[in-house]
C-alpha cells in the first residue's frame, strides 16, 4: 500500500513538472531524419554487428551506419527493434541493452544495460517505456523467466520487472492500455498503465507474434502456429477481448511479420517456405482486405526475406532481404500490386523498418 | 608455497628409479639420420644453432641451452637438447619417428627452433606457430579457443598429430590450439601444404606435427620453473627425465597454470569509450605428460606416452555482452603405445592409443569422444628404395547431448608410400591413402612429390621441390551426427593441391636460409553450417580456389662473441568461393571470412654470451568479418620483446627470463568485439638440473 502511496505521489510530482515543462515551451527543432526509413540490421546472432541505415526519402540516398558515424562507436548490437517516443528513439539490443538516442540527431543520450535480458520491442506511455524481454534461454533454449519492464522516462532506470507469460513480443499501447503478444503462448495479455498489472488476456493462436490496428480499430493479429497447428491470420474484438475471426494460414507458414495500409483496410503479411536444401527460404507476401481475409492473394515472391513493412505515407510495401545473414542485406519497395520500385544495399540481417513521416 | 614445490621435487627424485650410466654415450650417440640427412638439411627449418662447429664459448650458456645435436657436446649439459628425434637408438636401426619427412621430399616443413620453444614455454602452440611461421590463428579472447587458418583455409583444415595419432577433436574436426602448452612438446614441426596421402583426414592446408622424444645421452636432467605474469598470470613447470637403467628412459613433465586474466582493454562499443577491466576470462589449467621408453632388445622398443589436461576456463565474453557468465571445462587424456621393431625382413611399428576428449559448456551440456585407434606400419628398403606401407583402424565412441544415444563410428585408412633416392641429384616419393567410412565414399588420396638440388656443395643448399596431392576431409560427427541438422550423407570435402618451392641455405660463419613457396588447391564439396528451417544444416556448398605464396628467411652473423639473427615471414594468401549451390551465395567471389590476405612477422635476436634479447613484430592483415566483404577487421600489428640470461652454477642452470607483450599499448580485435590485453608482461625463472 506504500509502494502505491508513494508512486501515486511521484506520478503527482511528475505531472506537476510535465505541466511546468508545457508551460515553456522548448522551440521544436526539426530534424534531419524526418523525411525517410530508419532500416533495423539485426546483425549476425553470434558476432553483435547490427546496424542502423537511414534512407532519405527527398535525396534517395541511403546512408548505412548511421549510429556509429554519428556517435563514433559501432552500434555492436543484436538490434531487435527501434521506437521513438517524445524526443528520443529506443534501440533495443537482445544482449540485454538498451540505446537511448536524440530523435533530433539520433546522437546517444544514454545506455540502460542492466536488468535486461533479451529485449524485443519497446513502447513509450506518459512517463513510462514498457519493454518486452524474453527472459533468459533455459537449458532446454525455452524461456521461462519473461518479463515486461518499465522504464521511468525520467532517470532512464528499470523501475519494475513484471513477470510474463513466455516470449513477450509486440507491444502496443491503444486506449490507455498495453497489448503485448507472447509468441511462446497463445496468449495476449493486457496492462495497465495505471496500476502496471495484468487486467485481462485473450486466447489466440498459437505463436502470435506481431499485430496491427485497422481503420475499425479491431486488432489484427498474426501468429506462426506451434509444432503440430499452423499459424493464422486473426481478428480480435478489443471490446470484449476475443477472437471474431479466424483465417488458417498454415498452409503459407507465416513467418510473423504483419503491416498494414494507410488506410487501415489491407494486410500484409509475409510466408516462409525452406528450399528443399534448406539453403534458403522462399517468402512471399499476401495482402487481404480487412473486410475478406481469408481471400489473400500473392504479390511479391523472393528468396531469404526476413522484415516487411509498409510507407505508410505513400502506401508501398517494403521487404528486407537478409541475404541469410551472410553479409550485408538488402532494402526493396514494391507497389501494392507487386511491382519493384527500389532497391537499395544496407547492413546485416535488415529485419525492421521505421516510418519518419514529417 | 615453495616449500611446497621443493617438497613435490624431492619426492619425484625419490620415487625416480636409479638412474645408471648411460653406455651410449660412450659409443658416441648414434646418428638420427635416416636417408634425408645424407642428402643434408631439410628445408625450411626454423633458426637453427649450436649445432656446428662454433667453439663452445662463442656462445657459452645458449648453446648448452638450446642444443640440437648432441653429438657435439656430448659433455656439456644439454638440458634442452629436445630436438634429438625419437629415433630407436640402437645400432641397426634407422628407422624412427621422421618418416614424414623421409617420405615427402617436396614438402616444405619448419621446425619451431630450441631458443623460441624455450622462449615460448610458458605460451601456447598458436604464439608459438604463428610467431615464426605466417599462420592466422582465430581467437576468441586472451587465451580462449583458438582455432587455426593455414594457406587460407578454415579452422577443420589442418591436421594436428601428436606423436603419429590425429587429436584433432572428432566432433568438430579441429583443435583448440589455446588447450596446448608449448612445454609439452619436444619437437614442433609445421608441414605447408597439404599431406592427406600422410596424414589422412584434415590435413589440406597443412599439418602441426607434434612429438615427444628421448635422450638416451641423459641419465638425470630436469627443470623447475615458475612464471609470473601481467593480470595474475601463474605458471608453473616441471620435468625430470633420464634413463632408468640402460633399457629404460622416463620423461615426466608438469605444469599447472592460474590466470585471472581481467586485462584493461578500452570499449570501443561504449559510450565515451571506458576503459574497462575483462571479467569472466580466468583460466585454470594442468597437465601431466608421461613416457617411458623401453628397449626391450637391441632391436626392439616400447615406447609408452600419455598425456592429461585439464582445463577450466570462463569464457571471455565480448565487449558487446561483458555481463555474460559462461564457462567451459576441457579435459583430454591421450595414451599411446607404440612398439617398433627392426626384424630381418623390415621395420614394424604396431600403436594402439586411446584418445579421451570431454568438454563441458556452462556446467550444461557435456560432449564426451572415446577413440581407440590402432596403427601397424611397415618400412622397409631395398636398394635406394624405400617403402612404406600400413593401416589406422580407429572406433569413434561419441556420447553428446545432441546426438542420438551413443553415437559410434569406425574410420579404416590404407596407406602406402615410395621413395627414391638413387639419382644423384633427384628425389621422388608417392604416397596414397584410402580411407573407408560407412555411409559416404572418401576419395583416393594420391600425392607425388618431387625434390631436385640445384645447388649442393658443402656451403650451399638450393633445392626445388614440388607436390601434386589430392587430399580430403571427412565429414565431423556434429556434420553427421547432430541433432537437430546433422545429415550422414555428407559427402567429405575434396581438394586437389599443387605446391612448389625453392629453398635456399647457405652455412658457413654467416648463416641464411631463404624458402619460398607457392601453391594452389581448390576444395570441392566444402561442408558450410546453414541456416534451415529451424535451425542449421550442414551442407557440400562450395568450391574453394586458393592459391598464394609464403615466403620466409632468416640469417645470422656472428660479430666476435656476439650473434645477430634475424628473421622473417610473409604470407599471401587468397581463399575464394568460385561455386555454389545457392547461386545467390554472397560469398561468391569473395575471400573468405577471418582469413587475412596478408600476414607476416619479422624478428631480431640478439645473443652475447650468456645473454639474449629479441625484438619482434607480428603483423595480421586485415580480415573480413562476413562473406560478402562488406566489413571487416582492420590490420594490426604488435611489438615485443624479450631478453634472458642464464647464470651456470656447477652444473645447474637458472634461466631467468623477461617479455613486454605488445608493447606499443596497441588496441586491437582479432576477432570482432573480442577484447585484447595491451602492454603486458611476464617474467620467468627456471632452473636447470642436470646430473
Redesign the interface.
Known sequence: MWKSFFSGLVMVFVMILFVQCNDDPEPVEESFFNYGVFIVNEGNFTDSDGSLSYYDFDSARVGNNVFETINNRPLAAIFQSMAFYEQNGYIIDSNGRIEIVSKKDMTSVGTISSGLALPRYFAGHTNYGYITDWGPYDASWANPDSKIHILDLDNMQIKESLNAPSRPEDIMIYNDLIYIAHSATNLITVYSPDNQEVIDSINVNNGPVQFVLDKNEDLWVISTGAYISGGALQKVDLANAEVVQNVDLSGISPNGRLAINRAGDILFFMGEIWSLDYTYTNNKVYKATINLPGQYTEIISEPNLYGLGIDPKRDEVYVADAVAFQGNGKVYTFDFSGKKINEYSVGRGPRDFVFMNK | MLFRRLVILFFIFLVSPSFAEDPFIKDGPTHQGGPRLKEGLTARKGLTFGSDKRSADDLSLWDELHVEDDAALEDDISIEDDLVSDTIRMKGLTIHGEYFERFSPGSSINNADSIDKFAFQSYNLNDIISFKNPIYFKSYGNGMLSSISFRGTGASHTAVLWNGINVNQPTIGQSDFSLFPVLAFNNIRIIYGASSSKFGTDAIGGGILLESTADWNKTLSGSIGQYLGSFNNFLTVLNVKGKAGEKVYLNSKFYRRKNKNDFEYTN????G?PVEKQQNASIFQYGILQDVYINTSSRSQLAVKGWFNFSNREVQP????E?ADETQKDKSLRLIVDYGINSGIGYFELKGSYLWDYMLYNN??EIITRQYIGQLNYENSINDWEFRFGSNFNHIVAEVDNYDDQTAENRTDIYGGLVNNSLNRWQFSLNIRQTFVKGYDAPLSPSAGIRYSIINNSRSLLFLKGQAAINYRVPTLNDRYWVPGGRIDLKPEKSRNLDASLSYEYKSRIKFEAELSTYYYNVDNWILW????TYW?P?N?RKVEAYGFDISSSVEVPIGSYLSQLSVNYGYSRSIVRES??E????LNNQLPYTPVHIGGLEYRGLIKNWYGSLSMNYTGLRY???????DLPSYYLLNFRAGKNIKIKRQLLSIDFRINNLLNTSYQNM??RAMPGRNYMIGINFLFDK
Do not use: H, L
Open positions: 570501443i562499443t561504449k559510450a569509450q565480448t565487449m558487446v555482452n555481463d550444461a551440456s546453414i541456416p534451415g528451417p544444416i551442407e556448398v549451390i545457392n545467390d551465395d554472397i560469398g568479418v562476413t562473406a560478402d566483404n562488406e566489413s570482432k568485439f
